[in-house]
Structures are given as C-alpha cells and as structure tokens.
C-alpha cells in the first residue's frame, strides 16, 4: 500500500516510470521520519542516478527510465544494537544508511552526477 505522503515531500519527490519516488538524501530522511510516523517499517532503500534532469515530478511516465542504480541497504531485525520495535529500529537503520551514503556514495560518486543521485525507500505497514 502506497501512503499518501504530504506535498510537501511530493513536491521535492523525483518520480520514476514505475510510480517509485526518489529523494535527495535529505529529503529522503524526512520520507524516513514521516513514514515510521504513519507506523510504516523501512525494509530498505537504494541509491541510483539518472541521465534525466532531475526535476521534480517531471519524469514521463509512457518513457523508460534511463537509471544507474549503484548502491542498496536492507533492514536488519536481527540487529540488536537498536532498541523499539520493528517500526523505531527501521528508521535509527535508515537514518544511519542514509547518513553514511555521504561518504559511501556521494562522496566517491562522478562529480558530474552527485546533484542527480537519489535515494529510494521501501515500507511495509507494521
């Protein structure tokens, strides 16, 4: 189930042909904190670039999305050096995933294609 995420995160939201949303990775942890809110668990997120201008909201959906996906993290229930349920140990995963692709990917990334790097998350409803 896809939530209804406010406009405020709409509109800085890059969307793909598939309906998948992309952010900059600040963004992309404020998509984190609103989804653990809702009670949404993050399975997970990617990183991928685009040879399309990275406007919001512009992609055409009828064509197919040129990205380069280059990076991914899951969710570990196992790991037990964060405490709360599923949903709170989802997003202290995210948050430190996404904080630590600065120096894992955007930092080793083309300067030429860091303003286009985005990040993908994925949910389920706890």
């Not at 948050?95 to 630590?100: C, P, V, W």
Request: hydrophobic content about 40%; some cysteine.
């Amino acid at each position: 189930m896809t939530p209804r995420f406010p406009h405020k995160l709409m509109e800085r939201a890059f969307v793909l042909a598939n309906g998948a949303y992309g952010w900059r990775r600040e963004d992309a942890c404020e998509v984190a904190r609103w989804l653990v809110s809702q009670r949404y668990v993050i399975t997970g997120g990617e990183a991928w670039t685009t040879d399309l201008p990275l406007d919001p909201i512009s992609s055409d959906p009828t064509q197919p999305d040129p990205c380069a996906f280059f990076w991914h993290w899951d969710f570990d229930p196992a790991y037990q050096g964060d405490t709360g349920d599923d949903v709170a140990r989802s997003l202290a995963q995210a948050l430190r995933a996404l904080n630590d692709s600065e120096q894992q990917v955007e930092q080793r990334a083309d300067p030429a294609v860091r303003d286009r790097i985005r990040y993908l998350l994925s949910w389920w409803a706890a």
